[in-house]
Each structure stands twice: as structure tokens, then as C-alpha cells.
């Protein structure tokens, strides 16, 4: 963005504290008038420095650390850093903990879907809607909660399984609360749409095309609800996925309100999920047997080499490329998160809107600054 | 196509530039592509191979064999191969040409790699620091000699 400004223009800051997002982040944005002519994003607020830390840190103890990459997708983060180690270390997964792992990424899913929904609700200044999501997603962090120990940062999976078994009775938890969800994610549906006011300021509005998304390398929700059926589950399956029944949503406008529609479907695609996994669910151990590693050894050396592993987070595609020189640390982690190319996409898309949209479009994407900038 | 004819297509195409491709599993495969050429080749994998997708393009530092490695991910939204595509760099002077007229989304990832290793994009739209204070610029701190890690905090910039 040139710094210069024409007749009748001016330069606004927004951020970097502005609650378009949960993290610091600037939006430098040119007006003229109420229209946007230009903007750029300007990352580094919370910048910590995750991937030298990785690579000063043992492989158990970078469990802890990708955690606090962005919390709200700590699961998804833990599975992408413990795929690698297990590709390279050659450890199987017995098949109770991947069921596991899958129960606790999509309860992870759920939530984080709410709070981004609800957050970016308040945006366009449907607060009492914050209010609702962040009551249903109490109950989804306590389920997530009886299972991990933690509600947000919860360093449970290990290389080759998991920490701990389900508890007891989570099966009737499960079902008390998904009853509860699954009519308030019918509540908030019938309110989105319903609501007129709403709809003129979220319909037509932010509107990426399946094309230049594909170009700028979005993934996640903002791909699917422009009509692209890009899921890691589905094309490149990890844990038991592959065993599973369950659909990608879709959407064809690519607007604001399809991203949340998009939202939506998911969460309650997420809780078929869960309620398969539970069905067929095996009996068995949740830590492999007869490997070298032990499920807490301070001190593993994994084999050299080099792996790309990447699963379906929330917010889309998040990958790990680590490099092993055999020691008990790894070379390089790479952290390929699938906000950054998300928020790169803001300055193109804002481009010609109105000033009064540019928190309904950057909040629709659901991004998080603390993982662009790790 | 699959993972086999790709990387036949694209050493066919590329006798002189690709070197070292390698077919790891059917979703997996890896390429070393000569730096001045990677333009060229990141055209025909999008164009005519339909890696349509750049995940993600880092740097990984090796003092030993004073050796920087430019590592372009490349993946597809129509089939699920993955390829690795390594530039070789010497350490003392890295450089090489941008892929942003391909890749649109390379933008960030390249200043990234730039503050963070020092490579320097030829012909980058815009080559400034992304995510580090423009005082840290020309420390280079995810090289392995780096010294400064943990101690230099953003309190001991000011």
C-alpha cells in the first residue's frame, strides 16, 4: 500500500488491538470517503518464536508448545507435531486411541467453531449471540474438559497414543449434551436467517470466488463455502477417518453468510462423527505395546529424515514439516498454519467495500493472529 | 495421473534443472530443482501438472554443508500428491528468484524466510520483515549460529 494519500483520502488503523480478533493485529486501511481503496496487514504483535523454541526443545516437551500456538485449535496442532514424530519414528497407533484422538479434535472443532462464530457475530452487532455460543460452548469444553484434563491447552496426545483413557459415563455426557447443541445450533440457524437485518449486511457481501481462493492457497471453511470439497480428512485421510461416515460441507456463494452456514454444517457433521466413534469404538489398549519409546520418556531420538504431515484443523489445513538429524531434538519444524494464507487474503478481498464491512468480512474469516505469527 | 508419471513428466521437461526426484510414497514425492530455473519449473507443475496449491515455502539451515535449503510444498485442490521441491543455496550469499508472479500466496512465505534466513527474493513485489521488528533485520535467527536466542527478548530491542 502506498503511504501517500490523495485528495479526500486518509489512512485508518485498525488495531492492533481491535476486537475484529482474538490477537493483536493491524489493518492499515486508505478511505476514501467510506470505501476502502486499499489496505495491508501488518503481522508481528505476537510473534513468540514457536519454531526456533521447537528446535530447543525435546520432542516430548514440544507437545506442551505447539499447544500454545493458537489454543483454540490445540488438538489439531498436538495431532499434525505427533503425526510427524509417529511417521518417522515408524510407531503405530492402536486403534481405541485413534478413536480417541478423533473424539477429542472434532469436541475441539465444535468449540472452536462456536466462539469463532459467535466472536464475529458481535462484530456486526449481534451480541446477544455471543452470549448464546459461548454458553454452549462451556459445556463442550467440559466434555473435552472430563476427557483431557484442561479446557483449552491440553497436551494429550503422545507419540503413539494418547494420555488417557474416556472416562465413565462419558458416552451419556455426550448424549445429554449434543441434545442440547443440536437444537441451538437449529436456534442460531433459524436466527441467522430469519433476521433481515442480518442478511443486508452479510449476504453478497465479502464475496471470494472458488478460482482466485484456490489461488491464494485459502483452505478450510472460507475454501468450502465457495463450493470447493478440499477436506484433509477426506483426501488424505489420517487416524480413522477413513472407517467414518461423514460429508464435506458446502456452500456455493462464497459469501460471508455461507462461511458461517458452512460453520454450522460442520459442527453438526462433527457431532455424527463423535456419535459414530463412539459406537464403534474398540476395547484395547491406548498405548502401543513392544516400542522403544515410553509413553513418557524425556529423551527419544527419532530416526533421521524428513516428513510433511498435515491434518484438518478448524480453521483448514495445518501441516508440520520436520526434519530429524537423529538427535533427541529436531532439526526444523515448520509450521504451516491455515490462517496465514487466510489473513493474506484480506487486502485483495477488502478492496471497494464499505468501511462498516470490513469487520463483518476479516471476522467471517475466523483467523487467529497468534498462529500466523507462532 | 499419478504420483510415477508426474515426476517422469517434469524430469522430462526438465532434464538440465531437476535432479535427485524421488517417488517416497504414492502421495509423497520429493525433486531438487536448480535455483535458477525455479520459475520455469513452478510454471509447468502449476500449469500442466496441476499443483495448482503452494502449502507452505521455508527455509532449513545446514552450517555443516554451508547450505541453505529453499523447500517449496506443493499440492494439489484436484489430486492428493505432495511434491518437495528443494532449492540448494550456499550460505554466504543466498539468493534467488521469487515465485510470487506463480504462486500468488509465496508473498508472505518469502518475507518470512527472508527475515528469518537472510534468502534473498530477486524481483519480490515487496521484500520487508513480516513478522520480526525491522531491528532485528540482518540477524537471521532461525540460522543454527545464531546467538541471541533466548536471551534477545523484544524488551532488550528498545
Known amino acids: ?95 481405541r486411541a485413534q478413536y480417541i484422538r478423533v473424539i477429542v479434535e472434532e469436541l475441539s ?60 459415563g462419558f458416552k451419556d455426557d455426550v448424549k445429554y449434551v449434543f441434545g442440547n447443541l443440536r437444537k441451538a445450533i437449529d436456534s442460531y440457524e433459524d436466527q441467522y436467517s430469519s433476521d433481515s437485518i442480518y442478511k443486508a449486511r452479510t449476504v ?27 477436506d484433509i480428512r477426506k483426501d488424505e485421510p489420517y487416524l480413522v477417518y477413513d472407517d467414518l461416515d461423514f460429508k464435506v460441507c458446502t456452500h456455493r456463494d462464497g459469501d460471508v453468510y455461507a462461511r458461517i452456514q458452512v460453520r454450522l454444517d460442520e459442527m453438526r457433521e462433527s457431532m455424527h462423527i463423535i456419535e459414530q466413534c463412539l459406537d464403534q469404538i474398540p476395547s484395547g489398549p491406548i498405548f502401543p505395546e513392544n516400542t522403544p519409546y515410553g509413553k ?79 | 495421473m499419478d504420483a510415477e508419471s508426474m515426476i517422469a513428466s517434469l524430469t522430462d521437461r526438465f532434464p538440465d534443472d531437476v535432479y535427485d526426484a524421488d517417488i517416497e510414497s504414492a502421495i509423497r514425492t520429493a525433486a531438487k530443482v536448480k535455483p535458477e530455473n525455479v520459475v520455469d519449473v513452478c510454471r509447468y507443475l502449476k500449469e500442466e501438472l496441476s499443483f495448482g496449491h503452494l502449502c507452505c515455502e521455508f527455509g532449513v539451515d545446514y552450517p555443516d554443508r554451508n547450505e541453505i535449503e529453499v523447500i517449496y510444498m506443493l499440492g494439489s485442490y484436484e489430486h492428493p500428491v505432495i511434491l518437495t521441491m528443494k532449492a540448494l543455496l550456499s550460505r554466504d550469499e543466498p539468493e ?38 525491522i531491528e532485528m533485520l540482518g540477524e537471521w535467527p532461525l540460522r543454527k549460529d545464531y546467538k541471541g536466542f533466548p536471551n534477545k527478548t523484544a524488551k532488550n530491542l528498545v
Open chain 2, 96 to 133: 534467488i528468484e521469487s515465485v510470487v508472479p506463480v504462486y500468488w500466496n509465496a508473498n508472505w512465505y518469502e518475507r518470512e524466510t527472508y527475515e528469518l534466513y537472510g534468502v534473498k527474493y530477486l524481483n519480490h513485489p515487496d521484500l520487508k520483515p513480516l513478522v520480526l521488528p
Open chain 1, 109 to 168: 472443532r465444535i468449540q472452536s467453531h462456536l466462539l469463532g462464530m459467535g466472536e464475529y457475530a458481535s462484530f456486526v452487532g449481534f451480541v446477544s449471540m455471543f452470549m448464546y455460543t459461548i454458553r454452549d460452548r462451556e459445556d463442550v469444553l467440559t466434555l473435552l474438559d472430563s476427557v483431557t484434563g484442561a479446557r483449552i491447552t491440553h497436551s494429550f496426545l503422545r507419540f503413539g497414543g494418547v494420555k488417557d483413557d474416556l472416562p465413565e
Open chain 1, 204 to 230: 453478497g457481501i465479502g464475496v471470494l470466488t472458488a478460482d482466485v481462493a484456490k489461488d491464494m492457497g485459502v483452505s478450510g471453511p472460507p475454501l468450502r463455502a465457495t463450493g470447493v470439497d478440499f
Open chain 1, 1 to 95: 500500500m502506498e503511504e501517500t494519500v490523495g485528495p479526500s483520502e486518509m489512512i485508518v488503523h485498525l488495531g492492533p488491538q481491535h476486537p475484529m480478533m482474538p490477537g493483536p493485529f493491524r489493518l492499515n486501511a486508505k478511505l476514501r470517503g467510506e470505501t476502502v481503496v486499499d489496505s495491508e496487514v501488518d503481522l508481528g504483535w505476537i510473534h513468540k518464536g514457536i519454531e526456533k523454541i521447537l528446535e530447543n526443545k525435546t520432542y516430548l516437551q514440544g507437545i506442551t508448545i505447539v499447544d500454545r500456538i493458537c489454543y483454540l485449535e490445540a488438538l489439531t496442532n498436538e495431532e499434525a507435531y505427533v503425526g510427524c514424530v509417529e511417521k518417522l519414528a515408524g510407531i503405530e497407533v492402536p486403534e
Open chain 1, 296 to 374: 513418557r520418556s524425556p529423551v527419544m531420538r527419532i530416526p533421521a529424515g524428513e516428513v510433511f504431515h498435515r491434518v484438518e484443523s478448524p480453521r483448514g489445513e495445518m501441516g508440520f514439516y520436520m526434519v530429524s538429524d537423529g538427535s533427541e531434538k529436531p532439526h526444523r519444524v515448520k509450521i504451516r498454519g491455515p490462517v496465514y494464507p487466510t489473513l493474506q487474503t484480506l487486502p485483495p478481498l477488502l478492496k471497494g467495500v464499505n468501511v462498516a464491512d470490513i469487520v463483518a468480512i476479516a471476522g467471517s474469516m475466523d483467523t487467529c493472529t497468534s498462529e500466523a505469527d507462532r
